[in-house]
């Protein structure tokens, strides 16, 4: 004789908070305390209320994003997680911005792996003329060859510079925040979290989207993420990249992993919450940091880097789509390559293998 089974609550905290996102309601700060301070037990409670507000604003989709390291280390600039900044000992590859045809390149590649936007990414306080110029003459070329949108990530930038990449034809800008306002001053001396906050208002005055997020694993309190959170929420960034630290031998964070898959989780889940309608991506360090719970990441976000990051290796593109595929998710928003063009992609499969050689930074994955 079958015997009743307890009665199961239908409905968490978290899917009541989520539904009010749903109704239009902001999430308060103590309440994205609460996100990160849950326990273990509520974890795919959480992750399945987050998935409702995801699934409102993007469906089942996935965008992909491609780095490329266009100029690497030779930074001024003290920022204590970066490989590139001057403190830092690691051995990385220096050069300064990448000629037309390694642009061109790295943009082929970001087609072929059915990425939407192309990051252009140089180090550095700010771009000289030089650079600046160099963004205005490529642009224009990659848009029209592979029809992909273009984020520029170029350090400060006054409101003529943001102008002048507006008029080129970039569609939207990185300026990470990093960090509250309150522990910026922990992480960096050189700059200070007004001047990150400037630029993102110059280029919002150019009519260009933002791009900014932060990293997550440098010291800072639980407090101090919230804080980051509501930040981007003030600013209505359309996009927000969640890094999460990869401690580089050298730099003076080379220490300072500690969290946890989980934890992870809880902070993707929280950006969700407080930023229901932002793009929100799972950038550096989830393949160290969530590791086989990148898939349960992937139903909070929307977004992912398809192959490595600046100055460190992703996970190998095949194994990206195979997680799409798996959950169910198709990837969106691919580049519109004009009719002449299609012919010469080849499969992602294919065309995975390229760009892998250590020994040529500019050629593995296009991003060092």
Not at 23 to 29: E, F, T
Not at 157 to 170: D, P, T, W, Y
Not at 332 to 361: F, M, R, V, W
Request: charge should be negative; aromatic fraction near 6%.
């Amino acid at each position: 004789m079958l015997t009743s089974m307890p009665s199961v609550a239908l409905s968490s905290p978290w899917r009541t908070l989520a539904a009010n996102v749903l109704d239009g309601a902001d999430v308060s700060k103590a309440q994205a305390l609460a996100i990160l301070d849950s326990s273990d037990e509520e974890l795919l409670e959480l992750v399945n209320a987050a998935f409702e507000i995801r699934k409102k604003h993007f469906g089942k989709t996935v965008q992909l994003y491609f780095l490329m390291n266009a100029k690497s280390g030779l930074c001024p600039e003290d920022c204590h997680y970066c490989s590139q900044s001057k403190i830092s000992d690691a051995p990385i590859p220096k050069y300064n911005i990448l000629s037309r045809d390694k642009l061109l390149e790295g943009a082929k590649l970001a087609a072929e792996r059915q990425s939407k936007t192309y990051c252009i990414v140089i180090s550095g306080r700010a771009p000289n003329e030089r650079e600046i110029q160099a963004i205005e003459k490529i642009v224009p070329e990659i848009k029209q060859t592979f029809g992909l949108n273009i984020c520029a990530c170029l350090g400060l930038l006054n409101e003529s510079q943001a102008q002048r990449l507006a008029a080129a034809g970039v569609d939207k800008v990185n300026h990470n925040l990093n960090t509250s306002q309150d522990y910026y001053p922990q992480i960096c001396t050189t700059h200070t979290f007004e001047d990150r906050i400037e630029t993102l208002k110059n280029v919002r005055k150019a009519g260009l989207e933002l791009c900014s997020g932060g990293i997550i694993g440098m010291g800072e309190s639980r407090q101090d993420i919230v804080e980051m959170a509501f930040s981007l929420r003030e600013l209505a960034v359309e996009s927000i990249p969640l890094n999460f630290l990869h401690a580089i031998d050298g730099t003076p964070m080379q220490q300072k992993e500690y969290l946890s898959a989980r934890d992870c989780i809880r902070a993707l889940a929280m950006f969700r919450f407080v930023n229901p309608r932002s793009e929100l991506r799972i950038a550096g360090g989830r393949e160290r940091h969530l590791r086989s719970l990148q898939p349960l990441g992937l139903m909070i976000a929307n977004s992912i880097f398809i192959g490595d990051y600046l100055t460190t290796q992703g996970q190998a593109p095949l194994e990206d789509y195979r997680m799409i595929e798996d959950l169910g998710f198709e990837i969106t928003g691919q580049a519109a390559l004009p009719e002449t063009t299609q012919a010469d992609i080849p499969h992602p499969e294919i065309s995975q293998a390229k760009c892998q050689s250590a020994s040529d930074p500019t050629q593995r994955s296009c991003c060092g």
